[in-house]
Structures are given as C-alpha cells and as structure tokens.
C-alpha cells in the first residue's frame, strides 16, 4: 500500500477486518504504522545511520523483511522521514517516537 492509497482509503475498519480474516500480521502492522505516523512530526531517538535527534514528517511507510527465509515474524516497518530542511532519511519504527 502506498502513503496516497491509504490517505485515499474509505473503508479502513474493512481492510482490517479482511487482514483479520485471512491471518496477513504483515498487512495489519503496515496499516497500524500508516494510522499512527503517516503525516506526523516524529523524533529519531535511536539508531546508528539517521542523527539521533533529528525530527521531520513521515512521508512514506513500507515493510521490509530481511529474513533469508521470509517468516513473517521477520518483517519490519520502515519509515521515510523528511526534515524541515528538505532531508530525507529511512529508519526502522522502532527508531523513532511521535513528537507531541
């Protein structure tokens, strides 16, 4: 799903639901990070690649699985981040906090 799918989506109570029926944790976990930081200003509070500190909007939302199998336990939400300054940078969710 894309950043503009979700903005554009009617029926989210729906697709969760389908999510629900068919077992896919991997499409209810990009849908709860799409709800919960998808056009909010967050703060980088960990990691090793993106400046700790560093605040910005989140402007896209993937998943990624760096498994060499492919479980579903291994997907990961990833955030792209765009700053005041007009920088972008991708990090993990778990990189990050909602700014209040």
């Not at 499409?27 to 703060?43: G, H, S």
């Not at 291994?74 to 972008?88: L, Y």
């Amino acid at each position: 799903m894309t950043a503009n799918q979700f903005r554009e989506m009617q029926n989210r109570s729906e697709y969760k639901e389908v999510c629900y029926q068919r077992e896919n944790p991997g499409a209810l976990m990009e849908l709860q990070a799409f709800e919960k930081y998808l056009d909010k200003e967050v703060r980088v509070v960990k990691g090793r690649k993106v400046p700790v500190g560093t605040t910005g909007t989140v402007f896209w939302i993937g998943m990624r699985n760096y498994s060499k199998y492919g479980y579903w336990w291994s997907w990961e939400v990833r955030v792209g981040i765009k700053t005041a300054e007009g920088d972008t940078y991708f990090t993990a969710e778990n990189n990050i906090e909602l700014v209040a």
